[in-house]
């Protein structure tokens, strides 16, 4: 049995969130396969390409925006609205990750190269409280003087 994918948030240099579903594709098979057969992509939903110097967009059936990470994830190219079906042959220098966002995500939160972006560990969708159990008894309070 495979774990699930990880998924993290990504935020500008505003700390604007740009992302907040985005799956890690750090294997093998998970970056190979990327986001083929998908139609669309949610404006929160991205895949991040760890490593990757190039994309290709064969048997893809929407366009994407791309942005090339440097190691420490400053932008080192934004490809808006990349079609379907074409391919970047050429590695990106510099390039150490790919993030694959939704068409106009860059657009629309201003990244541009030279952006620093901050890629969180933990999931962007908070995890709401649990209501206490219905027979949880609320703790008892101490009333004795403090010495």
Not at 36 to 57: A, F, I, K, Y
Not at 59 to 80: E, G, K, N, S, W
């Amino acid at each position: 049995m495979s774990a699930s994918p990880r998924s993290v948030a990504v935020r500008s240099e505003s700390g604007s969130l740009v992302a907040g579903n985005v799956t890690v594709a750090d294997g093998f098979g998970t970056r190979l396969i990327g986001l083929m057969g998908r139609t669309r992509l949610d404006p929160d939903e991205g895949l991040w390409l760890l490593p990757c110097n190039g994309v290709h967009m064969f048997f893809m059936r929407t366009p994407l925006d791309i942005a090339y990470l440097d190691r420490q994830h400053r932008v080192v190219l934004c490809v808006p609205e990349m079609r379907e079906w074409r391919v970047k042959l050429l590695p990106v220098r510099r390039a150490h990750s790919a993030l694959e966002l939704a068409p106009g995500t860059l657009r629309r939160h201003g990244v541009r190269e030279g952006d620093q972006l901050s890629i969180g560990t933990e999931p962007a969708v908070p995890v709401a409280p649990q209501p206490p159990a219905a027979d949880a008894r609320p703790a008892a309070l101490s009333l004795s003087p403090r010495e």
